[in-house]
Each structure stands twice: as C-alpha cells, then as structure tokens.
C-alpha cells in the first residue's frame, strides 16, 4: 500500500548518486560543449552512437585523469590517444543497456525528477537550484530531456550490474583454501644494508669524473631546439564588445527566460494511517494544535516507516509525485502550516508543507553569459573569413609578417622548445609535431593552419633551428657526479650485500651477521599479509618466497630506496577458517564475492562483445 510513496522518498542508491557524481564531478572546468556534429561514430546491435558521444566521452576522461594527476599537462592528453579508450567504453556502456533494457528494468520519470532533486552537484545551500542543473548539464552538451534519459540507461545499467554481482557465491571449500593464503603466518629474520651510508663515504677524483664524462658523451647532449614565428586565430582575439548593445542583452534574456521551466517545487512531509480511527486521528490534531512538533508526530505515529524516522519527509514534489488528493492539499498550505486529515488509497495523512523552491532567473546572474554569447555569436562569420584568409595568405607564404598584417593579427615569437613541447602555443602536440616537421625544418615552409580545439587555429614557419650540441663538463659536473656516485654506491652496496647474503646462506644467523656489521635487523613471528609493526615491502616480498623444507630459504632484494635486505624465512603456518572471528570470516566472504562478482561481470561483458555486431 505504501509502495506509490516510498518510490518518491527520500533514499537513493548510492551507485546511482556515483554515476551522476561521475558525470558532473568536473562540470566548469571546460569550455561549453558545443559539438554539432552527428554522423554516426559506432554502430551496436543497430543502435548508432554519435560522434558527439565520443567526443564527450574523451572530454570526461580528460577531465577524470587531469583531476586525478594535479600538474599534467593537458596537451599530452591528445584525442587521438583517447579515443580507442572512449569508444570502448562506450561500446560496453551501451551493451550493457541494450541487456538492462531486455531484462526490463526500467525507471519512472518521477524517479527520475526524485534522483535529480537530491543530487548534491545541483544543489546550493541543501536546496535544488536550477540553475546549477541546467548550467551543469548544458556544460556536458545535454538537454533536461537527454540528460534524462542518460540518467535512466544509467540507472538501469546499475540495476543489471547489482543484479549480476549479487548472484556470486563462495562455498566454505573455497573459503577454506583462501583463508589458508590469506591468513597464513610467516616466521622470519632480516637485515638491511643502507645505500644512503654508501653514498655519503663515496669520494670521487677529478680523474673519475672527467673519465666517466668521456666515456659517455652521448647521455650529456642537448636536445634539438626551435624558435618559431606564429599568428594565432580565436574568437576572443577578434571580439568587437562594443558591437553588443543593452537592447540585444535584455533580447536575449527575455527570450530564455520565456523557454524555461519556472515550476514551483514543494517540499512535504506527512503521518499517514493506513488504518485510522476517529479517535486516532482527534488525537493527533489535538496535538498539532497544542503544538507539538510534527517530526515528532511522525515518529509516534506514522506507519510509512520509510518517512517516520526522518519526521515524515517526503522530498519535494512539482505537483505530479503524489496522489491527486494530496497534491492538492498540499498546494493549499503555506510554509509550516499543517492540513487536515486527507484521505488517500494509502490511507489517511496528515500533511505539512516544508519549504518551497521556486527557481530565479536573474539578468544580474545571466549578464555576463549572454554578452560573451553574443560576441561570440557575432564573431562567428569573422572567424571563418579570417581563417579562410590566413589558409590561403600562410600557404607558401615567404614570411608570416605580411600574412598577420593583411588578417589584421599579431605576430608572435615562441621561446626556444625542443621536440617533446614547450610552454604556451609549444605545449599543444600538433605544433610541436609541425615545428619539426621536415616542411618547416628543412623546406622552410610555412605549416598548415592548426586546428587547436575550441574555435583555436594557429599557423607556424621557422624563425631559428637550434642544433643539438655536446655539452661541456663544467656544464654537466654535477649531474656527472651524481650519476657516477650512483653507479659506484650500487656497485659497492651490491658487494657488500653479496658478502652479507653468503655468511647467511654458509649457516650463520641473520642476527649474528647484522651485529657483527652494525647493521640493523629484525624478527618477526607470526607475521601476517597485514602486518602493520614491520617494513611492509620487505613483509611483501618474504610472502612472495617458497615455503621452507628442512632448512630456511634465504633470499636477498633490494627495497624501493635502494637499500639491501636479507631475509631468512624459517617457517610458514596455513590460516585456518576456523580460527576466524566471525568479523574476519565475514570480511573474507565479502573480498571472495566482490572478487568472483566481478569475475562474473567480466565474463558477461565478454559474452555480449561475443555476440554483439559492432560497426566502427
């Protein structure tokens, strides 16, 4: 009976909210998507996926990794090494529709509103705010309609994935042999010999250095350089703001503001008597009108269990969530006031207006936006006859100062960059390609006009070639000493170490080793996977060696800092299943089925690319 209601609370899957996180976690870092082209980029099983599509996919993934690695430089991220990624996923993400949808799993536009409502990425102050949605999903190239039905293949693909991985299983066979590896226990001594000591007790002659630079000259070169002429072209360096009037920007926003959706969204909360009695429900108005709260009242007496404990919120509604009946009387209150008792086929509610969201739409807020559209808008025929213009002046052009003087742009030097890119324009790959290419090296040619991204051009020609040359010692002596203190520190630590590991292999202790060498060691017993008291690398390493017949097994590494380890394994305990607490069982129950659940997924991804006809 509370089925209708609940549908419309306030609890979401937390996949869900994931996945629209995942699409607007970095809304406002790009330039607004504005891609126009639709031809047909991949065909699944006769559903055509856009070139759009692609393009926003490799957007997002640009996005997730720069987000991810603080400092990348975004040229390095080019489309064309995206791509593959992007269509791949796009591929799968569509599969994976394809069977949500043939399983009939489906969502209800009032989900849909519901979801959107509570998705923090839309909210200002803890309150839906449209403007941050439709801001957010315009920045993505989406319409409140595509975005809707993205959110519902979404939210359907999830429920297939829940569905799939919830059927995974492990037997207490299985357990068994997992606990037996991951709760086994090693008993086991080592050693390290420090290269930081090495290093410090290295002394090195003016004979050694100079020798080692000779007998290496080529790691001490430079690059190959260029100095590059170029004219860019883009939409701001040809901006005329003096062309936008007052009348145009007040044109503009009352033309958007006659396109948008002003509905006023409530929020309600309710008790609700499946039952009721007179006597019941004179009570509870009696307590209303004595003042009691009434998310206290919800809590006593409310039997939708899904809203009592939150004080009977419901979430908001436009109008269309709730039953007829109730939509009404709610449309009737004012802000904390309480209705009559209303009689619905859930039963009998009490119902409370909590808050209302009625979005704005203000020129103050919008001013800016629609002026920098506008220029841009105006600026668009100027752009492509500009562009066309600089195509045909640069082509075979003897120098790129007539050319910028006829388009009317400026003329601009880069700093010197080698091969690998530069700062500024040289940080884009396709001119650092066309800086080397051997038209523009060789041939002395003006390049192509660039195609940047974002309404971006630029046309290049050679200025100055720098040669690679052989640097002098006192240029390099320090990066010759470290790297000859380096090979000498290994070369020593090595000997050393292969010393320290012979006395242990020969019968002596680890201990008796490590003291007679003032170095430091360790034991350790009943040492687990998830040992936190001893060096974790070195723990990683001894649970990688073969366990011990009659004697230890003996081994030597080197840990990630350089230092030397020896370690001598003495013995190994299996982990038992029965030796687990229930909290450690548990967990190891929930690993294997993540684990086989995602073995499972990945087994029914291949079985749909296995029957799936795709075309590219």
Known sequence: ??????????????????????????????????????????????????????????????????????GLDPAVLSDEMMRPGAIEQLITRELFTQASLGQNLTLSQQDIKKIILDIEGFQSEGKFDQNMYRFAIQQQGYTSATFGDVLKNETVVQQLVAGLSSTAFTTNTELSALAGVTEQQRDYYYL?????????????????????????????????????????????????????????????????????DM????????????????????????????????????????????????????????????????????????????????????????????????ETYEL???????????????????????????????????????????VGLELKTSEAFPQSGGNGVAAFPAVARAAFSAEVVNDQYASEVLELGNDRYLVLKLNEYIAARQQELPEVREQVVQLLTDDV??????????????????GESVETVAKSENLSWQVVIDGTRRDTSSNAEIGQKVFSLPKPAAESVVESFYLSNGDFVVASLTEVT???????????????????????????????????????????
């Open 1 to 70: 009976m509370l089925d209708s209601f609940r549908t419309n609370m306030r609890g979401i899957a937390l996949g869900i909210v994931i996945v629209i996180g995942a699409i607007f976690a970095f809304s406002g870092t790009g330039s607004l998507l504005t891609v126009a082209n639709i031809d047909t980029a991949i065909v699944v099983n006769d559903v055509n996926i856009s070139e759009t599509d692609v393009v926003r996919a490799i957007l997002s993934q640009k996005r997730q990794i720069l987000s991810e690695n603080e």
């Open 192 to 260: 390290r010999l420090p290269i930081k000591g090495i290093e410090k007790a290295v002394q090195l002659s003016d004979s050694q250095i100079a020798g080692y630079y000779e007998n290496n000259l080529g790691d001490f070169t430079t690059a190959p350089q260029v100095r590059i002429d170029y004219i860019e072209l883009n939409s701001e360096l040809i901006m005329d703001p003096s062309a936008i009037t007052e009348d145009k920007v007040l044109e503009r926003f009352e033309e958007e503001i006659g396109n948008r």
């Open 263 to 358: 509905a006023e969204s409530r929020q309600a909360a309710h008790i609700l008597l499946s039952e009721s009695t007179a006597e019941v429900i004179e009570e509870i108005q009696e307590k209303i009108d004595a003042g009691v709260e009434f998310a206290v009242l919800a809590k006593e007496y409310s039997e939708d269990f899904g809203s009592a404990e939150s004080g009977g919120d419901l979430g908001y509604t436009s109008g269309e969530t709730f039953p007829e009946a109730f939509e009404k009387a709610l449309a009737g209150l004012e802000i904390g006031q309480v209705s009559e008792p209303i009689n619905t086929d859930a039963g009998t509610h009490f119902i409370k207006l909590l808050d209302i969201q009625q």
């Open 364 to 406: 103050s807020e919008q001013r800016s936006r629609i002026e920098r559209e506008l220029i841009q808008e105006s600026t668009s025929d100027l752009l492509v006859e500009k562009l066309q213009n600089l195509k045909e002046l640069s082509f075979n052009a003897e120098s790129l100062a007539e050319v910028a003087l006829d």
């Open 489 to 506: 520190s290994k070369s020593q630590l090595a000997e050393q170490g292969g010393a320290l590991l012979a006395r242990v292999m020969a």
């Open 574 to 616: 299996e982990g038992r299943l029965d030796r687990l607490t229930k909290q450690q069982k548990a967990s190891l129950v929930a690993a294997s089925t993540v684990s086989r659940g995602s073995r499972d997924l990945a087994a029914y991804e291949q079985s749909l690319l296995a029957k799936a006809t795709i075309v590219q």
